[in-house]
Protein backbone atom coordinates (compact mmCIF):
# COMPACT_ATOMS: atom_id res chain seq x y z
CA UNK A 1 0.00 0.00 0.00
CA UNK A 2 1.22 3.11 -1.06
CA UNK A 3 0.76 6.29 1.46
CA UNK A 4 0.67 9.75 0.35
CA UNK A 5 1.20 12.93 2.72
CA UNK A 6 -0.27 16.29 1.40
CA UNK A 7 0.70 19.56 2.87
CA UNK A 8 0.60 18.39 5.95
CA UNK A 9 1.02 20.68 9.10
CA UNK A 10 0.94 20.47 12.70
CA UNK A 11 1.42 22.83 15.91
CA UNK A 12 1.91 22.10 19.25
CA UNK A 13 0.62 25.43 20.48
CA UNK A 14 2.44 28.07 19.16
CA UNK A 15 5.28 25.44 17.97
CA UNK A 16 5.42 24.70 14.28
CA UNK A 17 5.94 20.37 14.60
CA UNK A 18 5.46 20.40 10.72
CA UNK A 19 5.70 23.18 8.22
CA UNK A 20 3.75 22.13 4.58
CA UNK A 21 5.57 18.06 4.38
CA UNK A 22 4.60 16.09 1.18
CA UNK A 23 5.97 12.88 1.35
CA UNK A 24 5.22 9.99 -1.10
CA UNK A 25 5.87 6.39 0.00
CA UNK A 26 6.42 3.91 -2.38
CA UNK A 27 4.25 0.52 -1.42
CA UNK A 28 6.02 -2.55 -0.47
CA UNK A 29 9.15 -0.52 0.40
CA UNK A 30 11.48 0.05 3.43
CA UNK A 31 12.04 3.91 4.02
CA UNK A 32 13.39 5.41 6.54
CA UNK A 33 12.63 9.06 8.35
CA UNK A 34 15.77 10.70 9.68
CA UNK A 35 17.01 13.19 10.90
CA UNK A 36 17.94 14.99 14.57
CA UNK A 37 15.76 14.64 17.29
CA UNK A 38 13.01 17.18 17.31
CA UNK A 39 12.98 17.66 14.32
CA UNK A 40 9.02 15.82 13.94
CA UNK A 41 10.18 12.17 12.90
CA UNK A 42 7.79 10.75 15.00
CA UNK A 43 4.95 13.60 14.56
CA UNK A 44 4.78 12.64 11.11
CA UNK A 45 4.53 8.93 11.87
CA UNK A 46 1.70 9.17 14.41
CA UNK A 47 -0.30 11.62 11.69
CA UNK A 48 0.20 8.47 9.48
CA UNK A 49 -0.63 5.91 11.74
CA UNK A 50 -3.85 8.08 13.42
CA UNK A 51 -2.34 8.60 16.43
CA UNK A 52 -1.94 12.31 15.83
CA UNK A 53 -4.65 14.66 13.84
CA UNK A 54 -3.07 17.24 11.64
CA UNK A 55 -4.19 20.75 11.24
CA UNK A 56 -4.35 20.98 7.68
CA UNK A 57 -3.31 18.38 4.89
CA UNK A 58 -4.15 14.84 3.60
CA UNK A 59 -3.05 11.46 4.26
CA UNK A 60 -3.80 9.02 1.64
CA UNK A 61 -3.44 5.49 2.61
CA UNK A 62 -3.36 3.73 -1.21
CA UNK A 63 -5.25 6.52 -2.38
CA UNK A 64 -7.87 6.32 -0.11
CA UNK A 65 -8.02 9.69 2.26
CA UNK A 66 -7.31 8.43 5.35
CA UNK A 67 -6.73 11.93 7.00
CA UNK A 68 -9.74 11.73 9.39
CA UNK A 69 -10.11 7.81 10.02
CA UNK A 70 -9.49 6.75 13.44
CA UNK A 71 -6.17 4.32 13.56
CA UNK A 72 -8.16 0.92 14.06
CA UNK A 73 -9.62 2.25 10.33
CA UNK A 74 -5.92 2.37 8.77
CA UNK A 75 -4.67 -1.29 9.41
CA UNK A 76 -1.57 -0.27 10.51
CA UNK A 77 0.71 -2.15 12.49
CA UNK A 78 2.86 0.33 15.10
CA UNK A 79 6.06 -0.41 17.26
CA UNK A 80 7.36 2.30 19.75
CA UNK A 81 11.49 2.22 21.05
CA UNK A 82 9.70 1.11 24.32
CA UNK A 83 7.22 -1.51 23.73
CA UNK A 84 4.43 -2.24 25.75
CA UNK A 85 4.08 -6.13 25.87
CA UNK A 86 1.41 -7.94 28.12
CA UNK A 87 3.62 -8.82 31.21
CA UNK A 88 1.56 -11.45 32.51
CA UNK A 89 1.51 -13.46 28.97
CA UNK A 90 3.27 -15.25 27.44
CA UNK A 91 5.63 -14.85 24.13
CA UNK A 92 3.01 -17.04 22.38
CA UNK A 93 -0.63 -15.00 23.53
CA UNK A 94 1.38 -11.62 23.28
CA UNK A 95 1.86 -12.32 19.80
CA UNK A 96 -1.69 -14.52 19.56
CA UNK A 97 -3.33 -11.20 20.98
CA UNK A 98 -4.67 -9.14 18.35
CA UNK A 99 -5.95 -12.40 16.60
CA UNK A 100 -8.09 -13.81 19.53
CA UNK A 101 -9.59 -10.27 19.56
CA UNK A 102 -10.38 -10.70 16.28
CA UNK A 103 -12.25 -13.90 17.02
CA UNK A 104 -9.91 -15.98 14.46
CA UNK A 105 -10.53 -19.83 14.62
CA UNK A 106 -7.86 -21.24 17.29
CA UNK A 107 -6.18 -23.54 14.25
CA UNK A 108 -5.65 -20.14 12.54
CA UNK A 109 -4.41 -18.57 15.61
CA UNK A 110 -1.64 -21.47 16.09
CA UNK A 111 -0.74 -21.72 12.75
CA UNK A 112 -0.20 -17.70 11.99
CA UNK A 113 1.29 -17.82 15.55
CA UNK A 114 3.60 -20.26 14.96
CA UNK A 115 4.52 -19.30 11.77
CA UNK A 116 5.40 -15.44 13.22
CA UNK A 117 7.63 -16.74 15.64
CA UNK A 118 9.58 -18.50 13.37
CA UNK A 119 9.72 -15.58 11.12
CA UNK A 120 11.43 -13.27 13.95
CA UNK A 121 13.29 -16.98 15.18
CA UNK A 122 11.67 -16.62 18.84
CA UNK A 123 10.16 -20.46 18.33
CA UNK A 124 11.74 -21.58 21.20
CA UNK A 125 10.68 -19.06 23.75
CA UNK A 126 7.22 -18.77 22.67
CA UNK A 127 6.16 -19.98 26.76
CA UNK A 128 8.00 -17.03 28.22
CA UNK A 129 7.20 -14.25 29.87
CA UNK A 130 8.64 -10.80 28.23
CA UNK A 131 10.93 -10.50 31.26
CA UNK A 132 12.33 -13.52 30.72
CA UNK A 133 13.61 -12.14 27.06
CA UNK A 134 16.34 -9.52 26.48
CA UNK A 135 15.89 -6.50 24.56
CA UNK A 136 16.37 -7.35 21.24
CA UNK A 137 14.79 -10.11 21.59
CA UNK A 138 11.19 -8.44 23.09
CA UNK A 139 11.42 -6.08 20.48
CA UNK A 140 11.55 -8.86 17.70
CA UNK A 141 8.26 -10.34 19.95
CA UNK A 142 6.78 -6.92 19.41
CA UNK A 143 7.49 -7.32 15.72
CA UNK A 144 5.44 -10.41 15.34
CA UNK A 145 2.89 -9.09 17.16
CA UNK A 146 2.67 -5.94 14.66
CA UNK A 147 2.67 -8.35 12.22
CA UNK A 148 0.26 -10.83 13.43
CA UNK A 149 -2.95 -9.13 12.09
CA UNK A 150 -1.35 -8.52 8.44
CA UNK A 151 -1.36 -4.61 8.44
CA UNK A 152 -1.11 -3.20 5.06
CA UNK A 153 1.61 -0.66 6.72
CA UNK A 154 4.00 -1.65 9.17
CA UNK A 155 4.93 1.75 11.58
CA UNK A 156 8.66 1.49 13.64
CA UNK A 157 9.14 4.40 15.76
CA UNK A 158 13.10 4.18 16.57
CA UNK A 159 12.52 0.11 17.29
CA UNK A 160 15.78 -0.35 17.94
CA UNK A 161 16.89 2.89 19.96
CA UNK A 162 16.31 1.67 23.58
CA UNK A 163 19.37 -1.41 22.40
CA UNK A 164 23.18 -1.28 22.78
CA UNK A 165 24.95 -0.96 19.98
CA UNK A 166 25.75 -4.50 18.72
CA UNK A 167 22.44 -5.95 19.19
CA UNK A 168 20.75 -2.82 17.15
CA UNK A 169 23.58 -3.37 14.56
CA UNK A 170 22.20 -7.43 14.63
CA UNK A 171 18.29 -6.06 14.45
CA UNK A 172 19.31 -3.29 11.49
CA UNK A 173 20.13 -6.64 9.46
CA UNK A 174 17.55 -8.54 10.36
CA UNK A 175 14.64 -6.14 9.71
CA UNK A 176 16.30 -5.87 6.07
CA UNK A 177 16.21 -9.63 5.45
CA UNK A 178 12.70 -9.73 7.20
CA UNK A 179 10.99 -6.91 5.02
CA UNK A 180 12.47 -8.48 2.30
CA UNK A 181 10.46 -11.75 3.25
CA UNK A 182 7.18 -10.05 4.20
CA UNK A 183 7.47 -7.37 1.85
CA UNK A 184 4.90 -4.83 3.63
CA UNK A 185 5.27 -1.26 3.39
CA UNK A 186 7.03 -0.30 5.89
CA UNK A 187 8.26 3.11 7.71
CA UNK A 188 10.24 3.74 10.45
CA UNK A 189 12.05 6.59 12.31
CA UNK A 190 15.92 6.77 13.20
CA UNK A 191 17.84 9.47 13.90
CA UNK A 192 21.25 7.29 13.00
CA UNK A 193 22.02 8.17 9.43
CA UNK A 194 24.50 4.86 9.72
CA UNK A 195 21.37 2.75 10.26
CA UNK A 196 18.87 4.60 7.78
CA UNK A 197 21.64 4.14 5.02
CA UNK A 198 22.24 0.03 5.59
CA UNK A 199 18.47 -0.64 6.17
CA UNK A 200 16.30 2.25 3.58
CA UNK A 201 15.15 1.76 0.03
CA UNK A 202 14.09 5.39 0.27
CA UNK A 203 14.96 7.96 2.98
CA UNK A 204 13.28 10.92 4.00
CA UNK A 205 15.27 13.63 5.56
CA UNK A 206 13.14 15.44 8.53
CA UNK A 207 14.36 18.37 9.81
CA UNK A 208 13.16 22.03 12.07
CA UNK A 209 9.41 20.57 10.59
CA UNK A 210 10.62 20.57 7.06
CA UNK A 211 11.46 17.68 4.43
CA UNK A 212 15.16 18.79 3.40
CA UNK A 213 15.64 15.77 0.93
CA UNK A 214 13.83 12.22 -0.46
CA UNK A 215 15.91 9.89 -1.91
CA UNK A 216 17.57 6.12 -2.36
CA UNK A 217 20.75 6.33 0.13
CA UNK A 218 23.31 6.67 -2.35
CA UNK A 219 21.60 9.66 -3.88
CA UNK A 220 21.56 11.28 -0.40
CA UNK A 221 25.12 10.50 -0.37
CA UNK A 222 26.57 11.07 -3.77
CA UNK A 223 24.08 14.26 -4.63
CA UNK A 224 22.89 16.04 -1.29
CA UNK A 225 20.23 18.94 -1.99
CA UNK A 226 21.87 20.99 0.43
CA UNK A 227 24.28 21.49 3.46
CA UNK A 228 22.45 20.22 5.74
CA UNK A 229 21.96 16.79 4.05
CA UNK A 230 25.45 16.39 3.29
CA UNK A 231 26.34 16.71 6.75
CA UNK A 232 23.82 14.65 8.33
CA UNK A 233 24.84 11.68 5.99
CA UNK A 234 28.37 11.53 6.10
CA UNK A 235 31.13 13.35 7.51
CA UNK A 236 32.50 16.75 5.64
CA UNK A 237 34.97 18.86 6.24
CA UNK A 238 35.52 22.63 4.42
CA UNK A 239 37.56 23.63 1.32
CA UNK A 240 36.96 26.83 -0.03
CA UNK A 241 33.65 27.65 1.31
CA UNK A 242 32.42 24.41 0.23
CA UNK A 243 31.73 21.23 2.32
CA UNK A 244 33.06 17.82 0.93
CA UNK A 245 33.83 14.32 2.15
CA UNK A 246 37.24 13.74 3.23
CA UNK A 247 37.65 10.89 1.70
CA UNK A 248 36.65 12.81 -1.56
CA UNK A 249 39.86 14.80 -1.51
CA UNK A 250 43.06 14.18 -2.67
CA UNK A 251 46.89 15.24 -1.80
CA UNK A 252 49.66 15.80 -4.56
CA UNK A 253 52.97 17.10 -4.64
CA UNK A 254 52.95 18.89 -7.87
CA UNK A 255 49.71 21.67 -7.99
CA UNK A 256 47.58 19.10 -10.44
CA UNK A 257 45.01 22.47 -11.60
CA UNK A 258 41.66 21.39 -11.39
CA UNK A 259 40.88 24.23 -8.47
CA UNK A 260 43.85 22.62 -6.18
CA UNK A 261 44.99 24.79 -3.48
CA UNK A 262 48.10 24.57 -1.46
CA UNK A 263 48.74 23.65 2.37
CA UNK A 264 50.85 22.82 5.13
CA UNK A 265 50.14 19.05 6.77
CA UNK A 266 49.25 19.86 10.55
CA UNK A 267 48.17 17.11 12.24
CA UNK A 268 48.57 13.00 11.50
CA UNK A 269 46.33 10.52 13.31
CA UNK A 270 45.85 6.91 12.29
CA UNK A 271 42.46 5.60 12.95
CA UNK A 272 42.00 1.83 12.36
CA UNK A 273 42.50 1.48 8.74
CA UNK A 274 42.82 5.14 8.08
CA UNK A 275 44.65 7.84 8.46
CA UNK A 276 43.70 11.48 9.01
CA UNK A 277 45.86 14.45 8.16
CA UNK A 278 44.60 17.71 9.02
CA UNK A 279 46.02 20.37 6.05
CA UNK A 280 46.41 23.98 7.42
CA UNK A 281 44.95 25.99 4.02
CA UNK A 282 45.41 29.95 4.39
CA UNK A 283 43.49 31.19 7.74
CA UNK A 284 40.62 28.53 7.25
CA UNK A 285 40.15 25.84 9.62
CA UNK A 286 42.48 23.16 8.91
CA UNK A 287 40.87 20.69 6.18
CA UNK A 288 40.59 17.08 7.33
CA UNK A 289 41.90 14.41 4.54
CA UNK A 290 41.78 10.87 5.15
CA UNK A 291 43.32 8.02 3.33
CA UNK A 292 44.43 4.82 3.65
CA UNK A 293 47.64 3.87 5.26
CA UNK A 294 49.57 2.63 1.77
CA UNK A 295 48.60 6.67 0.33
CA UNK A 296 49.57 8.20 3.43
CA UNK A 297 53.20 6.31 3.16
CA UNK A 298 53.47 7.17 -0.69
CA UNK A 299 52.87 10.58 -0.26
CA UNK A 300 55.22 10.91 2.86
CA UNK A 301 52.63 12.86 4.75
CA UNK A 302 53.71 14.14 7.98
CA UNK A 303 53.17 17.41 9.82
CA UNK A 304 55.40 20.08 7.98
CA UNK A 305 54.48 18.44 4.62
CA UNK A 306 53.19 20.93 2.35
CA UNK A 307 50.98 19.62 -0.11
CA UNK A 308 48.04 20.69 -2.59
CA UNK A 309 44.84 19.47 -2.46
CA UNK A 310 41.41 19.50 -4.41
CA UNK A 311 38.60 17.47 -4.54
CA UNK A 312 38.86 14.21 -6.65
CA UNK A 313 37.25 15.45 -9.71
CA UNK A 314 33.13 14.61 -9.55
CA UNK A 315 32.58 14.26 -6.32
CA UNK A 316 29.28 16.09 -4.37
CA UNK A 317 30.10 19.30 -2.88
CA UNK A 318 27.64 21.83 -1.72
CA UNK A 319 28.11 25.25 -0.33
CA UNK A 320 28.66 25.64 3.50
CA UNK A 321 25.28 27.11 3.54
CA UNK A 322 23.36 26.43 0.84
CA UNK A 323 20.26 25.44 3.35
CA UNK A 324 20.35 28.78 4.71
CA UNK A 325 20.71 30.52 1.20
CA UNK A 326 17.63 28.41 -0.11
CA UNK A 327 15.46 29.85 2.43
CA UNK A 328 16.00 33.23 2.17
CA UNK A 329 15.44 32.14 -1.96
CA UNK A 330 19.38 33.55 -3.07
N1 LIG B 1 2.14 16.46 22.22
C1 LIG B 1 3.04 17.44 22.08
N2 LIG B 1 2.89 18.63 22.68
C2 LIG B 1 3.78 19.63 22.50
N3 LIG B 1 4.89 19.53 21.75
C3 LIG B 1 5.11 18.38 21.12
C4 LIG B 1 4.20 17.26 21.25
N4 LIG B 1 4.68 16.24 20.51
C5 LIG B 1 5.83 16.69 19.96
N5 LIG B 1 6.08 17.95 20.31
C6 LIG B 1 7.23 18.78 19.87
O1 LIG B 1 7.31 18.73 18.46
C7 LIG B 1 8.66 18.64 18.03
C8 LIG B 1 8.81 17.42 17.15
O2 LIG B 1 8.72 16.25 17.94
P1 LIG B 1 8.90 14.81 17.35
O3 LIG B 1 8.75 13.84 18.46
O4 LIG B 1 8.05 14.65 16.16
O5 LIG B 1 10.42 14.87 16.89
P2 LIG B 1 11.37 13.69 16.47
O6 LIG B 1 12.05 14.16 15.21
O7 LIG B 1 10.65 12.42 16.41
O8 LIG B 1 12.41 13.69 17.65
P3 LIG B 1 12.95 12.47 18.55
O9 LIG B 1 13.93 11.76 17.68
O10 LIG B 1 13.61 13.19 19.69
O11 LIG B 1 11.76 11.67 18.95
C9 LIG B 1 9.51 18.59 19.29
O12 LIG B 1 10.05 19.87 19.52
C10 LIG B 1 8.53 18.21 20.39
O13 LIG B 1 8.91 18.79 21.61
Do not use: C
Amino acid sequence: MSIDVRGVHKKFGDFVALDNVSVTIPAGGLTALLGPSGGGKSTLLRIIAGLEEADAGQVLIDGVDATHLPPRKRNVGFVFQHYAAFKHLSVYRNVAFGLEIRKRPAQEVRARVHELLELVHLEQFADRLPAQLSGGQRQRMALARALAVEPTVLLLDEPFGALDANVRKELRDWLRRLHDEVSVTTIFVTHDQEEAMEVADQIVVVNEGRVEQIGTPDELYDAPANDFVMRFVGPVTELDGALVRPHDLELYHENPGGGAVFGTVDRVARVGFEVRAWLVVRDDPPVLVTLTRTQAKALGISPGAKLWVRPVPGAPTVPTRSRTLDKVGV
